[in-house]
């Protein structure tokens, strides 16, 4: 036995070193390369799309900032890997990207499937029904028949098939690779519904030659809870994303943005010292700096500030607030405090 001993302190030693050589974080990755790597759609305006100087905008970019700006105090470090609907799990998965933030809807089986996790939801969405005004409908009850026209990989195709079939309603399904061949099949006669999440569809509005001539139907037939994600393996990554989102949200509910984010440093208010960092300090333990949150407040904003700017009233999508009305004013958005 005791001629084992070095062989197991040998062993042992190997263990650790092999446990220490795989410890490397995400965190570190990304401090290490100097940029965030973030997956976003490629082309849906008001939350990810890019303008003729390669410029990124959009409320999923921003997401993607604001993380690089609580690591890096600067938004710009992030390089966009853009994404279809059927390739982003995987890319997630298999690490070519540090976070995907695309208008992904939570679900139990995506999380089960590829080994991810949702941090949060940024934005309460449901799936709906875009048709031609001319058609005179008042309820996606009255599509019967219709070929919809749908993008594969996405949880819109299953949520319309089973709403078609529970209504005893016929279809024909009509595959578009991307919202741009979603618009274009469209326009183009071969299919007369366009659906998906309600957000994805005040966005192709835009694109169509005559927006006006179509119509959303009041019909919401599932929830679309969208959110960023991260691999089920990094529990300090996982915590970070979750606290920028947690953070935006907190900021708006305590009336703090970027432009009186420097007031904010001087309050007196325990709830806003906690947030921005002059009182205690909830950065460390996730490997960031004490003023994080002040950090993505100053360079992009509140979740307010971003909504609005990106696919609220001040953008060219005009969605109202709706469900992602914070929750002390008639919506669900509602973050854990900061304390
Ligand atoms: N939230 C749904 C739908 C997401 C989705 O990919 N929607 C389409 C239709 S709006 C899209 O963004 N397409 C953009 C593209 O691939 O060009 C999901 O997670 O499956």
Same mark, same amino acid.
């Given at each position: ?8 302190? +040998? ?36 939350? +990810? ?19 690089? +700006?609580? =690591?890096?105090?600067? &938004? ?23 976070? !995907? ?14 080994? =991810? ?20 409908? %008042? ?60 957000? @994805? ?16 139907? &009041? ?16 529990? %300090?990554?996982?915590? =970070? /994303? ?13 009336? /703090? ?25 909830? @950065?460390?333990? !996730? ?35 709706? !469900? ?8 669900? %958005?509602?973050? &854990?405090?900061?304390?």
């Amino acid at each position: 036995m005791r001629n084992m001993v070095p062989v197991l302190l +040998a062993l042992a030693a190997a263990l650790t070193f092999s446990a220490g050589a795989q410890a490397q974080t995400t965190l570190k990755t990304v401090q290490d390369r100097g940029s965030l790597i973030c997956g976003v759609n490629p082309d849906l305006e008001g939350f +990810a799309s890019k303008d003729a100087n390669g410029q990124w905008s959009g409320f999923d970019v921003d997401f993607c900032r604001a993380v690089a +700006a609580a =690591i890096f105090n600067d &938004p710009s470090k992030v390089q966009f890997v853009p994404l279809s609907a059927s390739d982003r799990f995987d890319a997630l998965k298999n690490k070519q990207i540090d976070v !995907l933030s695309r208008n992904s809807t939570w679900t139990m089986g995506r999380e089960n499937d590829y080994s =991810i996790v949702f941090p949060g939801v940024t934005y309460y969405d449901g799936q709906a029904f875009l048709v031609p005004k001319a058609k005179n409908l %008042q309820s996606a009850l009255e599509l019967d028949g219709s070929k919809v026209c749908v993008q594969p990989g996405t949880t819109t195709e299953p949520n319309f098939i089973d709403f078609f079939e529970t209504n005893h309603m016929k279809y024909e399904v009509v595959h578009a690779a991307s919202a741009d061949d979603m618009i274009k099949a469209y326009e183009a006669g071969k299919c007369d519904v366009l659906t998906t999440d309600e957000s @994805g569809l005040f966005a192709m509005r835009l694109h169509l030659a005559k927006p006006g001539d179509s119509m959303i139907l &009041p019909d919401v037939i599932s929830k679309e809870p969208l959110g960023p994600v991260v691999r089920q393996d990094d529990m %300090q990554w996982f915590n =970070i /994303v979750k606290w920028v989102n947690f953070a935006m949200i907190n900021a708006e509910e305590l009336g /703090v943005n970027s432009k009186t984010v420097d007031e904010a440093l001087k309050s007196q208010k325990t709830a806003v010292k906690m947030l921005v960092g002059t009182e205690g300090d909830f @950065g460390k333990p !996730l490997g960031l700096t004490t003023d994080w949150a002040a950090r993505v407040i100053r360079t992009v904003g509140n979740y307010g500030e971003v909504f609005d700017r990106d696919v609220g009233a001040h953008s060219k999508l005009g969605i109202p607030r709706g !469900l992602n009305e914070l929750w002390n004013n008639g919506g669900i %958005q509602y973050a &854990p405090p900061i304390r």
